[in-house]
């Protein structure tokens, strides 16, 4: 049976689009956002989000629950749902982590969950925000995550990878080690590209010999803008997940690097609609010149 209540933590650029769809299919969608932003709140408003005044009440009114924040919030997340749960003597609430997380973070993740009573499912969203309900998928795994199915209803692809509990998020990290590390190798590139003023040269030359490749990556680069450090994170969970498996990762770490790089530039935040700004033309210009990649000394320079 399709859900009729979901609560959604949080309504970011993603979360965002969740709504929205959810919300064209007769979804009641819910959140608790009283510790968040003012653009998140609005955000929420903009996407028909009822705000409801605590995380007990989000419990207590939702069939399911979506954490779709960054990394490094969704213990804290997680943790909160699990101690209103209790408190409610909620037994029969689905939790679906759909976060980039390691899978070391999901198995501590469902062991806050479930002693709490919440049936936890690991999950991951493959695509882009904008492209929920035109092709982005959502890989599940776990005990319950054939439940998730559900959501076909509201035009949600589901992939079921098994019944491990942390298998998408094992799958999500691998995953985004690939289309980090394109947004972080071409952001490198194409800066040393800008500065022998061969920018429109090399860009013709990548479309020719792999056509297509650049503008798959284009929007991704334009969101870094306000998303690099949470890409930076994804590649530090992607790091911690090899090691832990006794795997060196070295390629996982530079892209790291880059990405890093572009979230101390400090470029602005998110819009109230979940739209990003911008072209990877214009991009590409505001990284050059706040100097992304910039040695500041060149005497340092081997």
Request: positive net charge; glycine residues 10%.
């Amino acid at each position: 049976m399709a859900f009729q209540k979901i609560g959604i933590m949080s309504i970011g650029e993603m979360g965002f689009h969740w709504a929205k769809l959810l919300k064209s299919h007769g979804v009641e969608v819910l959140t608790y956002d009283k510790d968040r932003g003012e653009v998140s709140r609005k955000r929420a408003e903009n996407a028909g989000v009822t705000s409801v005044a605590s995380m007990n009440a989000l419990v207590k009114q939702t069939e399911l629950i979506v954490s779709i924040v960054v990394p490094f919030a969704a213990k804290k997340v997680a943790a909160k749902v699990a101690k209103a749960a209790a408190k409610a003597g909620r037994k029969d609430l689905l939790y679906l982590d759909a976060n980039a997380i390691s899978p070391m973070t999901a198995d501590e993740i469902s062991s806050v969950l479930t002693p709490a009573g919440v049936h936890f499912v690991d999950g991951c969203i493959i695509g882009g925000a904008s492209k929920m309900g035109k092709g982005t998928l959502v890989y599940v795994s776990g005990p319950e995550a054939a439940r998730m199915q559900a959501l076909e209803t509201f035009n949600i692809p589901i992939r079921v990878l098994g019944p491990t509990t942390n298998q998408a998020s094992a799958f999500k990290v691998v995953y985004a080690g690939l289309t980090k590390g394109l947004q972080g190798l071409f952001c490198e590139l194409l800066m040393g590209a800008r500065k022998y003023g061969l920018l429109d040269e090399i860009r013709a030359q990548y479309e020719e010999n792999y056509p297509g490749l650049l503008d798959k990556v284009s929007s991704s680069i334009v969101g870094l803008r306000i998303h690099a450090g949470r890409r930076a994170e994804e590649m530090a969970e992607l790091k911690r997940t090899f090691n832990v498996q006794g795997l060196n990762s070295y390629m996982a770490p530079g892209a790291q690097k880059v990405l890093q790089a572009i979230a101390a530039l400090n470029l602005g935040q998110g819009s109230d609609d979940g739209a990003r700004q911008g072209d990877l033309a214009e991009t590409l210009n505001l990284f050059y010149e706040k100097g992304l990649l910039q040695i500041k000394s060149p005497g340092n320079i081997s």
